[in-house]
């Protein structure tokens, strides 16, 4: 059973558009996060909901837009695209402070 | 600012050959400092997770050790398969965020 999984996998599209990332765990979680690792590796948070409430939003530009129907889900929506958002996007869960168990990454190449 | 320097950057070590990985830190009030492995095109694999000074974990072939200012991730007769990239994080103060260091790309040449 996979814990954290995203859709897609792989994401290729032009400058301009929008797009989605789906993120589903299993671990029972209460907490999820959106992490972004650029060209350099380097990983940095973006999002992260409690029980469906926003808690962190580490100054990411409001084209990026987290949704969290449930505890078990968290969606992030991207408008407008921009050459400099491609990256790859790592969904984790993790209850409270406690170990963070991510996805296998959405790669993301705005064209 | 909380904030994670993992050295070196890269190493290359023969199949067999001992040695370890450094993350130094600061931070205000550690909760926990995490270790994690990444291959390519795949999402960290958690390892250890300390929480206090003088604690240590260990896995097979690694061992990961945490003082007040550092970790480290000491790698034992390392075999091809332990190549990968890896990551050292931490959270600290009242988020849950995690700090991530740059990570170490280790080579192991059989």
């Known amino acids: 059973d996979t814990a954290v999984s995203q859709t897609p996998k792989y994401l290729v599209t032009q400058m301009g558009n929008d797009k989605s990332i789906k993120c589903e765990q299993n671990?029972?979680?209460?907490?999820m996060y959106w992490y972004k690792q650029d060209s350099k590796k380097f990983l940095k948070i973006m999002f992260s909901y409690n029980n469906k409430e926003l808690i962190i939003n580490e100054t990411v530009p409001n084209r990026f837009s987290p949704k969290s129907p449930d505890k078990a889900h968290l969606n992030l929506h991207i408008n407008s695209l921009e050459l400099g958002d491609s990256a790859v996007y790592f969904c984790?869960?993790?209850?409270?402070?406690?170990?963070?168990?991510f996805g296998p990454g959405t790669r993301l190449l705005v064209l | 600012e909380d904030q994670v320097t993992q050295s070196p950057e890269a190493l290359r070590l023969q199949e067999g050959e001992s040695s370890s990985l450094n993350c130094s830190y600061t931070?205000?009030?550690?909760?926990?400092l995490f270790w994690y492995r990444q291959d390519p095109g795949k999402g960290p694999e958690f390892l250890f997770t300390l929480y206090s000074a003088g604690e240590e974990k260990e896995k097979e072939r690694l061992k990961a050790t945490l003082t007040k200012k550092e970790s480290f991730l000491h790698i034992t007769a390392p075999k091809p398969e332990d190549s990968a990239t890896y990551l050292c994080a931490l959270i600290g103060g009242a988020t849950n965020k995690l700090i991530f260091g740059t990570g170490t790309l280790l080579a192991v040449q059989p």
């Open positions: 671990l029972g979680h209460d907490t």
């Open positions: 931070v205000s009030g550690l909760r926990g």
């Open positions: 984790a869960s993790g209850q409270g402070g406690q170990t963070q168990y």
